[in-house]
């Protein structure tokens, strides 16, 4: 059983549902908490303007959630994520601590109506006014999410890049062979190898962005099943008008509410995003890995740094341990995103009821993606350096780099220098020399040149 704080200022339905969902660990961030209680200022605001509630009730309303923002009452929001799948429970959670605090402010204040009595705030009548959970939550969710990606993911992918970029400098004209099907292949520079990986970022990045444009788009207005029931006309503009200037966001009302209460298209798109970046991820998670292997009987071009002993029994071993890390995060993303689209689909009719744990998942993506590409840029990248001598032996002992003189040589040609190559166990330009067709300094010489000419 959690510890509760010493002074409780939630009420009957946050207590009934710790009764009754007593059900993991997980909690939602104090962020999309914070996403809730912003929404519900917006509200208090424009309910405010619209004189449907009074200057007093709006402003401790206003003030309640400026104090709730500032994180001084966290511990009133214990709710787990496994609950009613509208996330009413913590809707009214934020709504019945908002309400004690906002009558605290109007007691303190000795704020009284007109009949003398203290104007008691309700959490459903006041808090909740022109509001639904229907609407409420599924906007604080792309609120926490388009706020998480400007914040935390989109500035670790750069982070990312900067030091592919910067590596990729420093390792301009180290040329490798390049393998496909893992056997050997062209020759390829080492700068060549993190350009990709650095473009194919840039993409997932591209793809994130755009799948922000889709989250940016908020539910707020529709309230009971997109309706627009029991709110004022225009408010749900009104609303996204004043989180969007507050929350420094592109934010505005979506075009079909009835589409934005039943359906979690934009967050399908999005965790389809973090999908695509943690497959790129992936593949460079394990091509590090494979080329740093050794280091005396793997392929040992790369040089991973030495961060921490890498085994309890074989002394001196050193593990991939950074490249092991962050797989282990791409496949926490690829499960959390096919429990994204399944409980996406699994909506029915007017309203989806699995978003606590769409919204629970997408978080814990952007998070885990976001401290693993951290950490893999400061601990791996960074770090990194190419085994020079390694790789020109290797360099020496490919075949296929005869592939950049094919065309000069002729295929048939190029192929008797491979097979008297493969005969004899020697370099191409060794039975170059022997066929009489070049010295060995020409047949060098001719490589060099080929390879000046590639991408690096």
Request: aromatic share 6%; proline share 3%.
């Amino acid at each position: 059983m959690d510890e509760l704080p010493s002074k409780i200022l939630w009420g009957k339905q946050t207590r009934l549902s710790l009764q009754y969902f007593a059900i993991g660990t997980h909690k939602f961030s104090a962020d999309f908490i914070y996403a809730l209680v912003a929404i519900k200022r917006a509200c208090a605001q424009v309910n405010g303007e619209l004189k449907r509630l009074s200057t007093t009730q709006s402003q401790a309303i206003i003030q309640a959630c400026d104090q709730v923002l500032s994180g001084q009452y966290n511990e009133q929001f214990p709710l787990r994520v496994w609950q009613t799948g509208s996330g009413t429970q913590t809707n009214m959670n934020v709504n019945e601590v908002l309400a004690s605090v906002a009558n605290q402010i109007i007691h303190q204040a000795g704020a009284e109506n007109r009949n003398g009595d203290k104007q008691d705030l309700h959490p459903n009548d006041h808090i909740n006014l022109s509001q639904s959970s229907n609407d409420v939550f599924p906007t604080a969710m792309r609120i926490v999410v388009a706020q998480w990606s400007e914040q935390k993911l989109l500035p670790a992918i750069a982070t990312l890049q900067q030091q592919l970029q910067l590596k990729r400098g420093q390792f301009s004209h180290q040329y490798t062979v390049a393998r496909t099907h893992l056997m050997d292949a062209i020759p390829i520079g080492s700068g060549a190898l993190l350009a990709a990986f650095d473009s194919q970022l840039e993409a997932a990045k591209n793809a994130v962005h755009s799948s922000l444009q889709y989250v940016h788009r908020l539910a707020i207005g529709g309230t009971a099943v997109g309706s627009g029931a029991n709110a004022p006309q225009r408010f749900g503009e009104m609303v996204s008008h004043k989180l969007a200037e507050r929350l420094q966001l592109p934010l505005q009302q979506d075009d079909n509410l009835y589409a934005a209460v039943s359906g979690e298209d934009a967050m399908i798109r999005y965790s389809g995003a973090l999908k695509q970046l943690a497959s790129v991820l992936l593949k460079m998670a394990n091509d590090f890995r494979l080329l740093g292997s050794g280091p005396r009987c793997g392929l040992n071009e790369w040089q991973l740094p030495a961060n921490e002993p890498g085994s309890s029994i074989m002394p001196g071993k050193v593990n991939p341990t950074q490249c092991e890390a962050l797989s282990m995060v791409c496949f926490q993303v690829f499960g959390n995103e096919l429990t994204v689209s399944l409980a996406a689909a699994n909506g029915q009719l007017q309203l989806n009821a699995c978003r606590p744990v769409i919204i629970h998942n997408v978080m814990e993506s952007i998070t885990l993606l976001t401290d693993a590409m951290s950490s893999f840029a400061e601990n791996a990248v960074a770090g990194l350096s190419v085994n020079t001598k390694q790789m020109q032996r290797n360099m020496q002992q490919n075949l296929s780099v005869i592939t950049l003189l094919a065309e000069q040589l002729g295929y048939d040609t190029a192929t008797q220098i491979v097979r008297k190559a493969q005969q004899d166990n020697t370099s191409l330009a060794v039975a170059a020399k022997v066929l009489g067709l070049y010295s060995e300094a020409e047949f060098e010489q001719l490589i060099a040149e080929k390879l000046n000419r590639l991408g690096d």
